[in-house]
């Protein structure tokens, strides 16, 4: 029993760091493509979207790091309360955290791949047409 509350403390913590991480690693790829790759570009057909979630997380009008702070607090709380719940089954409790950690995993590959891909959209051969 200890040895599972052991692993799943660990994936609990591995969870709940995921959306910080992805976050601050979006603000560090914006940040150098903002300085080093877009103005030595030849497009200026960059789509507003695109233009607002680059300029957005790069000037932290977008509150990108709070809210992967944020959930990242949601996350440790449900899985923390899951993970030490009596009133729950150990087969809802097995579920329950499976859930939450894997809502966070999402939450931070999304967030990398919403910066990849605003990233790249300029760059692709059908943007300039």
């Known amino acids: 029993m200890l040895l599972h509350r052991i692993v799943r403390s ?6 709940a760091t995921a959306p910080i991480l992805a976050a601050s690693l979006c603000r560090f790829i914006v940040r150098v493509a903002v300085k080093h790759v877009i103005p030595r570009s030849a497009t200026e057909h960059i789509p507003s979207l695109t233009r607002t979630w680059i ?3 790069a000037d932290g009008s977008f509150p990108l790091i709070p809210i992967a702070l944020f959930l990242s607090a949601l996350v440790a709380t449900s899985g923390l309360y899951v993970l030490f719940s009596k009133r729950l089954s150990a087969d809802a409790a097995a579920s329950a955290f499976a859930v939450t950690c ?3 995993y999402v939450a931070a590959v999304i967030a990398v791949g919403t910066t990849m891909i605003a990233l790249v959209i300029p760059f692709l051969p059908m943007a300039n047409e």
Do not use: S, Y
Request: neutral net charge; proline residues 0%.
């Open 102 to 104: 894997c809502l966070a």
């Open 10 to 15: 660990v994936c609990l913590v591995g969870a």
């Open 55 to 57: 300029i957005g997380v």
